[in-house]
């Protein structure tokens, strides 16, 4: 078994769309999931996209996929590597695509001058956080993660104080 970790094409994005898909399943939140295939091959591929993916094959065949962007730490003074999505497939699971993929991404953010690499995780993915904590992640707990979306975000936006 050969793994191969690289960066994704605008070829890639159905099946990086599938994987979104699987991962909002395994996540019980498919429902949440409003991306089109136009949608992936505009916001990763065009020319002003923030964010980045890289596609794992194993054996020449997808089995999973990283989606990341840069950051920036105003307490280090330096960019760093926030990756949005790290998703292998269930039935590959433990063949080391995951740790191939963090470990890919670490490079990248090392190579590139990146002051730290982050991610969330579910509080209830106990497999993925035993799987972080086994490569030397450590959790952030004192910190409180806060989104706004949607409706809320359009109101809030649009609000005249």
Not at 1 to 7: A, E, F, K, S
Not at 27 to 43: F, G, L, N, T, Y
Request: with cysteine; aromatic share 10%.
């Amino acid at each position: 078994m050969t793994l191969h970790i690289r960066d994704a094409t605008r070829a890639d994005a159905a099946v990086i769309l599938g994987f979104i898909t699987e991962l909002a399943i395994y996540e019980k939140a498919e429902h949440e999931v409003k991306a089109s295939v136009a949608d992936i091959e505009r916001s990763l591929f065009d020319e002003a996209s923030p964010a980045k993916a890289l596609i794992c094959l194993l054996d020449g065949q997808p089995v999973g996929f990283a989606v990341y962007f840069l950051s920036y730490s105003t307490w280090l003074g330096r960019k760093g590597l926030y990756l949005e999505d790290l998703y292998v497939s269930a039935g590959q699971r433990g063949v080391g695509a995951g740790k191939k993929l963090l470990r890919h991404l670490a490079r990248i953010a090392h190579d590139s001058g990146c002051g730290r690499l982050e991610w969330s995780v579910l509080d209830w993915n106990q497999p993925a956080i035993d799987f972080y904590k086994s490569i030397g992640a450590e959790p952030q707990d004192e910190w409180v993660r806060y989104r706004m979306e949607g409706e809320g975000l359009e109101r809030f936006a649009l609000a005249q104080d």
